[in-house]
C-alpha cells in the first residue's frame, strides 16, 4: 500500500510519514522543505502544493497536512487550495481506499486569523465533496480538526511560559496533543475505518466542550 502525505517534513505530517512506515507501508513525502526521514520505504519530493505536483502513480491513501497559519491571503492559497490541489492530483483514481485532510478547530469555531479559519472551513466543506465523488471507488474521504497540537508552528505560545498557561487554561483537560496521537487518528481513519465518510472529527482536548454551568445554588 502506498501513501502520499502533504507537509512531510515538520509537525503532524512529519509523524504521520513514520506512523505508516512503522505499519510497512510505502510513504511518499512532499515539502517545501528537505526531508526529515531516510527510510528505504520513504520518498521524498521537494515542492510546494501551490504548484506544480510529481507524477506519483498508485497512491492507495493521501494524507494532506501541509498548511501554514499565516494573517494573509497565503494561508487560503496553501491551507484550502494546496489541499485542494494535491488531492485532485492524487486521490481521484481507481486504486485509492481513502483522503484524510487535516482541517482546524478554528473550522467549526472561527477562532484564530480570518483567512485561517476560513481556510479550514473550506477543507472540512471540500473534504465531504471528495466523499461523495470517491465513493464510486468504495473510499472513504474524511478530515480530522486537532485543537492545539504540540509542533514547531506554535513556538510562539509554547516559548512563552505566560502564554502557554493561558493556552492550556482553555482546554477541558489542561493540555494539547502530541502530533503522534493525530497521527495515530488519521491512520484509524484512513486504514482499519471502512464504513465512516464525509465525517470530520475534532481533537481538542475538550476545548470547545469546556463550559462552566452558571446557576443560583442558594435555590438548590
Ligand atoms: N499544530 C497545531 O496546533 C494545529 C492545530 C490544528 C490544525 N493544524 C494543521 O495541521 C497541519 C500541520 O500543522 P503542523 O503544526 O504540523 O505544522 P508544521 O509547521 O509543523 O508543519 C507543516 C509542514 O508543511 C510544510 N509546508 C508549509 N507550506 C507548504 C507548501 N506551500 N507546500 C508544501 N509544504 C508546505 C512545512 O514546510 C512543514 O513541514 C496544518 O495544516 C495546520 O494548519 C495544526
Known amino acids: 500500500m502506498k501513501v502520499l502525505v502533504s507537509g512531510a517534513s515538520e509537525g ?14 510505502e510513504v511518499v513525502g512532499l515539502d517545501v522543505q528537505s526531508a526529515s526521514i531516510n527510510h ?17 502513480d498508485g497512491v492507495n491513501v493521501v494524507i494532506t497536512s501541509a498548511g501554514v497559519q499565516l ?42 486569523f480570518p483567512m485561517y479559519s476560513a ?17 464510486k471507488y468504495g473510499a472513504t474521504a474524511n478530515s480530522v480538526s486537532p485543537g492545539g497540537v504540540k509542533t514547531a508552528s506554535n513556538a510562539p505560545v509554547m516559548n512563552d511560559q505566560k502564554l502557554w498557561q493561558a493556552v492550556l487554561d ?12 493525530i497521527a495515530d487518528f488519521v491512520y484509524f481513519l484512513s486504514v ?4 465512516m465518510t464525509g465525517e470530520d472529527i475534532l481533537i481538542d482536548n475538550g476545548e470547545m466542550l469546556k463550559s462552566n454551568f452558571i446557576w443560583d445554588t442558594s435555590r438548590l
Not at 481556510?119 to 465513493?135: E, F, Q
Not at 482499519?192 to 464504513?195: A, C, E, G, H, L
Open 71 to 112: 494573517p494573509d491571503e497565503d494561508t487560503i492559497d496553501v491551507n484550502l487550495k494546496g489541499t485542494i490541489n494535491v488531492v485532485e492530483k492524487y486521490a481521484l483514481q481507481p486504486n485509492i481506499k481513502s483522503v484524510v485532510t487535516i482541517a482546524s478547530s478554528s473550522a467549526r469555531n472561527g477562532a484564530e
Open 192 to 195: 482499519v475505518n471502512k464504513s
Open 40 to 56: 528505504m520505504n520513504y520518498t521524498h519530493f521537494v515542492c510546494d502544493v501551490r504548484g506544480a505536483l510529481p507524477d506519483v
Open 119 to 135: 481556510s479550514k472551513g473550506g477543507v472540512v466543506a471540500y473534504t465531504k465533496n471528495v466523499a461523495l465523488r470517491l465513493a
Open 170 to 181: 482553555e482546554s477541558l483537560l489542561g493540555k494539547w496533543a502530541e502530533p503522534e496521537e
Open 12 to 25: 503532524i505530517g512529519l509523524a504521520v510519514c513514520k506512523k505508516f512506515l512503522q505499519q510497512n507501508f
